[in-house]
């Protein structure tokens, strides 16, 4: 029997803060973490999770630290991976039951985790920390740390990601954004016009861009050796061939840094908004994921 309380999940708190919660689909399913990426917010899930809810799947879509309005805190600092993986640590804390016999928690006392974008990485760092919490990984566009970093000099990936060096620069990418260009970037990369406008209107209008570009201006306190960590649950790492940020040299490599099941989808076709774009076969990789796991 599950341990997990039924009751509706609308808010985690951790250090103070805040973070909101979309808690959907029956109460008696296993639960699935949904992590949005940049920038985007937890709305991104918004037709994904209703053909989880359909195969017996709850979903608890998170609008993390920065994004969450009662959880926007100051200094880059604030925005570490490990901070950010501690935030979903505590929400996966609140699913669970507790540990059986010796402390070793059974599958039904885990977590389905997925990510996608900035939320992969996160999820990636929970898998390697928490792997008493995580049940399965379901990874969106980017691939675990250790194969992103060493792809940056071996492939095209370090020319796809100027733009994380051009958001270290203090009011840049703010600057960028009020000027519009900052929207003009998102479509030359993919986003439709209906996603540019949720973007204007949940990141900009809302004040969550200052926390959003955080994540990336915290990238220099990165714990490296937590980002060398072998993932030892079951993963499947999704990319789609019309990705403007991540080539597939990263993609290739993720394998390596699986000690457990694993494969890889790739989505042809379809640009680095998988969740948005692309929700039927974003919700199979993660139902197929669940299943076997």
């Given at each position: 029997m599950s341990t997990r309380h039924p009751d509706r999940v609308t808010e985690v708190h951790r250090d103070g803060l805040v973070l909101d919660v979309?808690?959907?689909?029956?109460?008696?399913?296993?639960?699935?973490?949904?992590?949005?990426?940049?920038?985007?917010?937890?709305?991104?899930?918004?037709?994904?999770?209703?053909?989880?809810h359909a195969q017996g799947l709850r979903t608890f879509a998170l609008d993390q630290r920065?994004?969450?309005?009662?959880?926007?805190?100051?200094?880059?600092?604030?925005?570490?991976?490990?901070?950010?993986?501690a935030d979903v640590a505590a929400l996966l804390d609140l699913l669970v039951g507790e540990p059986g016999p010796g402390g070793v928690r059974g599958q039904e006392s885990k977590v389905h985790v997925v990510g996608h974008d900035w939320g992969a990485i996160v999820a990636w760092h929970v898998a390697t920390t928490r792997p008493d919490l995580v049940r399965s990984l379901t990874a969106f566009s980017v691939p675990h740390p250790a194969a992103f970093v060493s792809s940056l000099v071996s492939s095209r990936q370090g020319l796809r990601s100027w733009y994380v060096g051009a958001f270290q620069l203090p009011g840049g990418a703010e600057?960028?954004?009020?000027?519009?260009?900052?929207?003009?970037?998102?479509?030359?990369?993919?986003?439709?016009?209906?996603?540019?406008a949720r973007f204007r209107r949940e990141i900009l209008d809302d004040g969550a861009l200052p926390g959003g570009l955080a994540w990336y201006r915290a990238l220099p306190w990165t714990d490296r050796e937590a980002a060398r960590q072998q993932v030892t649950v079951p993963t499947t790492m999704v990319w789609s061939d019309g990705d403007s940020f991540i080539d597939r040299g990263a993609v290739e490599r993720?394998?390596?840094?699986?000690?457990?099941?694993?494969?890889?989808?790739?989505?042809?076709?379809?640009t680095h908004w998988i969740p948005t774009?692309?929700?039927?076969?974003?919700?199979?990789a993660i139902l197929a994921r669940a299943e076997a796991s």
């Open positions: 979309i808690d959907e689909g029956p109460l008696d399913g296993d639960p699935v973490v949904l992590l949005h990426g940049f920038p985007e917010r937890a709305t991104c899930w918004r037709s994904v999770a209703p053909l989880l920065g994004y969450s309005p009662r959880a926007r805190p100051r200094g880059r600092r604030a925005y570490r991976v490990a901070e950010l993986s600057w960028l954004a009020g000027r519009g260009t900052f929207e003009r970037l998102l479509r030359r990369g993919g986003m439709s016009a209906d996603e540019v993720c394998g390596r840094h699986v000690d457990a099941p694993y494969r890889l989808v790739v989505m042809p076709g379809v774009q692309a929700p039927e076969p974003a919700a199979a």
